[in-house]
T-cell receptor, first 114, second 114 residues
Framework: EAGVAQSPRYKIIEKRQSVAFWCNPI?????LYWYQQILGQGPKLLIQ????????DSQLPKDRFSAERLKGVDSTLKIQPAKLEDSAVYLC????????????FGPGTRLTVL | AQSVAQPEDQVNVAEGNPLTVKCTYS??????LFWYVQYPNRGLQFLLK??????LVKGSYGFEAEFNKSQTSFHLKKPSALVSDSALYFC????????????FGTGTRLKVLA
């Protein structure tokens, strides 16, 4: 079974530029999560999708971050414009749903904003 | 408010000795509890979970955890540590009285010394 795929693995941009991350979850997983993990901290949930609907986006900075999950499969997370404090690892995870809450994580995208 | 605490930033243990990584939580309703491990330059991996039933749960790589409702704790344990267990460990909780949002702890770095 293929795992959660993310791309790119690394990205370096300058502040005020835009960037997009892509995630393809495990086949059949209904729930998809995006997390921000700043060095030395635990993952912080940015947005949770159930199929193609948003379940929770309370911690997503909506003035600069956006995310979509078209057709309930893969997802993109965008930052526009980026700030220095957005430097972090962006993790995508998926879970089967339907009472199974364990998450399966991708390798992450390390973003550096200069 | 829902929260999870990992009071130790780092735990050092000699190879072959038992290890414990501590986790306490605070939720309004019943908790679902999880442990994840993060090896260097890799995504988080699910280790084990407590949803209901037996307070002692067993997971991957010989790890186990005990749910203690009165102490609101979910400590991770292993009878005999291996050098390869050295990694970053995260505890997470879902509050079933709310939106079922995951909250991760700040992580504990486990170092097993040969």
């Amino acid at each position: 079974e293929a795992g959660v795929a993310q791309s790119p693995r690394y990205k370096i941009i300058e502040k005020r530029q835009s960037v997009a991350f892509w995630c393809n979850p495990i086949s059949g997983h209904a729930t998809l999560y995006w997390y921000q993990q700043i060095l030395g901290q635990g993952p912080k949930l940015l947005i949770q999708f159930q199929n193609n609907g948003v379940v929770d986006d309370s911690q997503l900075p909506k003035d600069r971050f956006s995310a979509e999950r078209l057709k309930g499969v893969d997802s993109t997370l965008k930052i526009q414009p980026a700030k220095l404090e957005d430097s972090a690892v962006y993790l995508c995870a998926s879970s089967p749903g339907q009472g199974a809450y364990e998450q399966f994580f991708g390798p992450g995208t390390r973003l550096t904003v200069l | 408010a829902q929260s999870v605490a990992q009071p130790e930033d780092q735990v050092n243990v000699a190879e072959g000795n038992p290890l414990t990584v501590k986790c306490t939580y605070s939720v309004s309703g019943n908790p679902y509890l999880f442990w994840y491990v993060q090896y260097p330059n890799r995504g988080l991996q699910f280790l084990l979970k407590y949803i209901t039933g037996d307070n002692l749960v067993k997971g991957s790589y010989g790890f186990e955890a005990e749910f203690n409702k009165s102490q609101t704790s979910f400590h991770l344990k292993k009878p005999s540590a291996l050098v390869s267990d050295s990694a970053l460990y995260f505890c997470a909780v879902i509050d079933t009285s709310g939106t079922y949002k995951y909250i991760f702890g700040t992580g504990t770095r486990l170092k097993v010394l040969a």
